[in-house]
Protein backbone atom coordinates (compact mmCIF):
# COMPACT_ATOMS: atom_id res chain seq x y z
CA UNK A 1 0.00 0.00 0.00
CA UNK A 2 1.51 3.68 -1.00
CA UNK A 3 1.54 6.17 1.59
CA UNK A 4 -1.24 8.92 1.65
CA UNK A 5 -0.89 10.66 -1.35
CA UNK A 6 1.00 8.35 -3.10
CA UNK A 7 -0.76 5.78 -5.52
CA UNK A 8 0.15 2.05 -5.73
CA UNK A 9 2.62 0.53 -7.92
CA UNK A 10 1.45 -1.03 -10.81
CA UNK A 11 0.17 -4.18 -10.54
CA UNK A 12 1.38 -5.57 -13.88
CA UNK A 13 5.43 -4.16 -13.72
CA UNK A 14 5.92 -2.07 -10.59
CA UNK A 15 6.64 1.11 -11.30
CA UNK A 16 5.47 3.84 -9.25
CA UNK A 17 3.40 5.98 -10.92
CA UNK A 18 2.87 9.94 -10.83
CA UNK A 19 -0.44 10.69 -8.36
CA UNK A 20 -1.79 11.99 -11.99
CA UNK A 21 -1.32 9.00 -13.71
CA UNK A 22 -3.90 6.92 -14.94
CA UNK A 23 -2.05 4.04 -16.99
CA UNK A 24 0.95 2.97 -16.36
CA UNK A 25 3.66 5.07 -18.34
CA UNK A 26 6.35 1.69 -19.02
CA UNK A 27 3.45 -1.36 -19.80
CA UNK A 28 0.44 0.55 -20.14
CA UNK A 29 -1.82 -1.05 -17.45
CA UNK A 30 -4.60 0.58 -15.98
CA UNK A 31 -3.67 1.77 -12.20
CA UNK A 32 -6.98 2.38 -10.27
CA UNK A 33 -9.14 -1.09 -10.18
CA UNK A 34 -12.69 0.76 -11.39
CA UNK A 35 -16.05 -1.47 -12.54
CA UNK A 36 -15.66 -2.13 -15.61
CA UNK A 37 -19.30 -0.56 -16.05
CA UNK A 38 -20.43 -3.90 -17.79
CA UNK A 39 -23.85 -4.43 -17.79
CA UNK A 40 -26.23 -7.77 -17.33
CA UNK A 41 -28.78 -9.49 -15.96
CA UNK A 42 -27.22 -9.41 -12.82
CA UNK A 43 -24.77 -6.89 -12.71
CA UNK A 44 -25.85 -2.52 -13.09
CA UNK A 45 -22.10 -1.48 -13.71
CA UNK A 46 -21.10 1.64 -11.94
CA UNK A 47 -17.89 3.55 -11.32
CA UNK A 48 -16.91 2.55 -7.58
CA UNK A 49 -13.29 2.32 -7.15
CA UNK A 50 -12.83 -1.01 -5.66
CA UNK A 51 -9.53 -2.78 -4.03
CA UNK A 52 -6.37 -3.87 -5.59
CA UNK A 53 -7.27 -7.16 -5.14
CA UNK A 54 -11.16 -7.28 -6.24
CA UNK A 55 -11.82 -9.21 -9.50
CA UNK A 56 -15.55 -8.09 -9.01
CA UNK A 57 -16.97 -4.86 -8.16
CA UNK A 58 -18.39 -4.74 -4.31
CA UNK A 59 -21.06 -2.42 -5.07
CA UNK A 60 -22.49 -4.32 -8.64
CA UNK A 61 -20.73 -7.44 -9.12
CA UNK A 62 -19.46 -6.74 -12.20
CA UNK A 63 -16.17 -7.52 -13.04
CA UNK A 64 -13.25 -4.59 -12.44
CA UNK A 65 -11.25 -3.33 -15.12
CA UNK A 66 -8.18 -5.13 -13.17
CA UNK A 67 -9.73 -8.50 -13.80
CA UNK A 68 -10.75 -7.62 -17.64
CA UNK A 69 -7.35 -6.36 -18.24
CA UNK A 70 -6.01 -10.28 -17.48
CA UNK A 71 -4.04 -8.31 -14.16
CA UNK A 72 -6.31 -10.78 -11.61
Partial sequence: M???GEKDP???????PDKADKYCVRCGAPLVNKCSKKRSPLHKGCSKVNRQDAAFCSDCGAPTVFRESGLL
Avoid: I, K, L
Fill in 10 to 16: CVRCGHQ
Fill in 2 to 4: ADA
